[in-house]
């Protein structure tokens, strides 16, 4: 066997790109803010943080970030072959929970 393909067999499962499947779910509004999100480190998969648009992004893996004053906690429950619409968007996560961001107290 081949050292490359040996390496093929390990795959676990499909994955794609942190950036791509933020823009895919229609979490962001284009594939560039889905970049930024990523590279900010204000983002974390599955309790890590990230700093990189490129970060693979699997099926049961958790995403949570803060937007708008508030954190959003996702669980990703299907990868898209797509950027379809809202309706299909919404069934590839759920929304695990979503709580107000902590201000700094002013003392």
Known sequence: ??????????AVGETMRLDKFLWFARIVKTRSLGQQLAENGRLRLS??????????VRIGDV????????VRVLKVEA???RRGPPA????LYTEVGESPVDEPSAE
């Open 1 to 10: 066997m081949e050292p490359l393909q040996r390496w093929r067999s390990f």
């Open 47 to 56: 309790g890590r943080v990230i700093d990189r648009a490129h970060a693979t």
């Open 63 to 70: 995403l949570s970030f803060a937007v708008h004053g508030k």
């Open 79 to 81: 990868l898209p072959t």
């Open 88 to 91: 299909e968007a919404r069934a």
